[in-house]
């Protein structure tokens, strides 16, 4: 019984929950942002570069001639997804930008630690504590400074 009520302690610890929840936010937004690139973003690009279907951009590897790439799949030919690749690019460098920016906003409200008061030392110009009195690189006597 011993391993059951560590196990329990653990998932209640707040952090294992936190994480869960991350997770599962973080699942649903990807699908979001796959949702973003291959109905909203990619359908105006491929007609600005002259009507190309992103998602159907592939190079058949067979000997036979497809039309589209479901086509290929359905034939078990083997191919190389180009466009299936642009579009998973796409959507991770939205999803990293997304996240940096996340990241940079939490970072500018977390409280950054105080850094102990300095002074510099007249002789050899090394960072000191403000509540030392001899410079511990070359024993200056900075009680004055």
């Known amino acids: 019984m011993g391993v059951l009520k560590e196990f329990r ?15 599962i936010i973080g699942a649903s ?14 359908p ?4 600005l570069l002259g009507k ?3 998602s159907n951009l592939f190079i058949n590897l067979s000997d036979k001639h497809y039309d589209s790439l479901g086509a290929a799949k359905a034939a078990g030919a083997p191919t190389i ?5 642009i579009n998973a690019m796409i959507d991770f460098l939205i999803v990293a930008f997304v996240i940096f920016l996340i ?12 850094e ?15 509540k030392a009195t001899k410079c511990p ?4 006597d900075i009680s004055d400074v």
Request: glycine share 6%; charged share 20%.
């Open 29 to 42: 937004f990807g699908k979001i942002v796959t949702s973003l690139v291959n109905d909203v973003l990619m």
């Open 116 to 130: 102990p008061a300095k002074k510099d030392c007249p002789r050899c110009c090394s960072s000191v504590a403000i």
């Open 9 to 23: 302690d653990f998932a209640a610890r707040g952090n294992v929950i936190d994480l869960a929840v991350g997770v």
């Open 52 to 54: 190309v279907d992103f």
């Open 103 to 114: 990241v940079k906003q939490i970072n500018r409200f977390l409280k950054k630690p105080d």
């Open 44 to 47: 105006p690009i491929g007609l």
């Open 81 to 85: 997804n180009i466009g299936l690749f």
């Open 137 to 140: 690189c070359c024993t200056a």
